[in-house]
């Protein structure tokens, strides 16, 4: 693996992380839910008239965020080295995973390890074993 020291930016991503982790705080400070992705979108899927609204306008602004982002400033390029069957078996897996682990990473890696949650903690670092044991069976084997 190379790191390239040009495009190493720990400032950013140390902004990036501290903006989500005060927009976390914010949401369960005024809303007094966890900001986790798959419940908020979950909910959706089984509405409650007296939840639409906010989970609706959360999914709004993750959809949006790049778009206005995009008005700003150019995109980041990406590259992805899968094919189209490979993308939808890792997203149904992925999908699978939450449900089992009762939430995503961002339900658990940034609300539940904050809480304190040994049931986050526990979550998380399968997560991060799972993902580098993929790139090293990926990238190596």
Same mark, same amino acid.
């Given at each position: 693996?190379?790191?390239?020291?040009?495009?190493?930016?720990?400032l950013s991503a140390l902004a990036g992380g501290a903006l989500i982790g005060l927009a976390a705080a914010i949401f369960?400070?005024?809303?007094?839910?966890?900001?986790?992705?798959?419940?908020?979108?979950g909910g959706l899927l089984r509405p409650k008239p007296d939840d639409i609204g906010w989970r609706l306008a959360f999914v709004a602004g993750l959809v949006m965020a790049p778009i206005v982002y995009s008005v700003v400033a150019a995109l980041p390029s990406s590259r992805i080295e899968a094919g189209d069957a490979v993308l939808i !078996? &890792? *997203?149904?897996?992925?999908?699978?995973?939450?449900?089992? !682990? &009762? *939430?995503?990473?961002s339900g658990h890696g940034v609300c539940g390890l904050s809480r304190l949650s040994a049931r986050s903690l526990v979550a998380t670092v399968v997560f991060m074993a799972a993902g580098f044991a993929t790139v090293f069976f990926t990238r190596h084997i």
């Open positions: 693996m190379i790191v390239d020291l040009n495009a190493f930016t720990p369960a400070l005024f809303n007094g839910r966890i900001a986790g992705i798959s419940s908020i979108l !078996g &890792a *997203g149904l897996l992925v999908g699978v995973g939450t449900r089992y !682990g &009762a *939430g995503c990473t």
